[in-house]
């Protein structure tokens, strides 16, 4: 069977780039938007463009996904991966951090569901992944922005359903619990970072791999069109 487009955010590190090379290896066609290009050049994967788009510009999202379905035929499969996490108080975080957070987790998202929905409602079918977070299922210390950020985005994945599904168009939403990736490093909180880590340590739940949380989201897309897994919650299995 001819094998679809399927665009991921945020393709240059962690849960991306591995969804990348498990999309490839199963022969899709890919558009990878990021910021850092060299990152998504570096995997040379087949039939895949690569676009440096910063998520929260509309116009910049739109234009990268026009122009892969120009290539590669119309989007079967949005994964709006992109996002950042900036731990911090809410008493003294500087609120530029969580209006980066609202920018990119949030209209990032809401911005690439926009770009695919009509065509997928006219088509009748596709696809759209939004990764949210288990901080977006549950409060953690130093979180409170980043949890706001992830409840909206199963807040409009949810929402987004009862106006997808009667077009039979999927949209999912992914609750990752913690896994090593780049993500913590942008939090400017040297103590919160340590803490992180010495939890991750402690806890033992420190094994799930970025692949894991590939496989799972690609074995939700693989099921047929007409099978909605509405939420994937996924962690390792020490996590609590
Ligand atoms: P990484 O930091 O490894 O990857 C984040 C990706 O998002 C990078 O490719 C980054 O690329 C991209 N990105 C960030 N900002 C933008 C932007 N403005 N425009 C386009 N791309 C952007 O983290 P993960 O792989 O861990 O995170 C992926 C998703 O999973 C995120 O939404 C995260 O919140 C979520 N998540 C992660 C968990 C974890 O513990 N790792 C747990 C739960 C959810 P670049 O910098 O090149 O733009």
């Known amino acids: 069977m001819e094998k679809k487009l399927v665009v991921i955010t945020g393709a240059s590190s962690g849960f991306g780039m591995e969804l990348a ?11 990878l938007l990021a910021r850092r290009l060299d990152k998504m050049e570096a995997l040379n994967l087949p039939n895949t463009l690569c676009k440096s788009v910063d998520v929260a510009n509309k116009d910049a999202f739109e234009k990268a996904i026009r122009e892969a379905e120009a290539i590669y035929g119309k989007t079967d499969l949005l994964i709006n991966n992109a996002g950042v996490m900036l731990l911090g108080d809410l008493a003294t975080q500087d609120p530029q951090e969580w209006k980066q957070m609202l920018d990119i987790n949030v209209l990032g ?12 409602k006219d088509r009748q079918t596709g696809t759209i992944i939004n990764v949210s977070s288990i901080a977006g299922v549950l409060p953690f210390h130093n979180h409170a922005a980043y949890c706001a950020s992830k409840y909206a985005v199963r807040g409009v ?3 987004a359903r009862l106006e997808l599904s009667p077009y039979n168009v999927r949209i999912i939403s ?7 990736t780049e993500l913590l490093s942008h939090t400017t909180s040297e103590d919160i970072k340590e803490g992180y880590k010495e939890w991750m340590k402690s806890s033992g739940a420190n094994r799930i791999q970025a692949i894991d949380v590939a496989r799972t989201i690609k074995f939700a897309y693989d099921l047929p069109q007409s099978v909605l897994l509405r939420e994937l919650i996924i962690s390792d299995t020490k996590q609590n």
């Open 157 to 159: 994945t949810q929402t």
């Open 174 to 180: 992914v609750e990752p619990g913690a896994v090593a």
């Open 109 to 120: 998202v809401m911005n690439g569901m926009q770009a695919v929905m009509g065509d997928m």
């Open 21 to 31: 090379k498990e999309f490839a290896n199963s022969g899709h066609p890919l558009l």
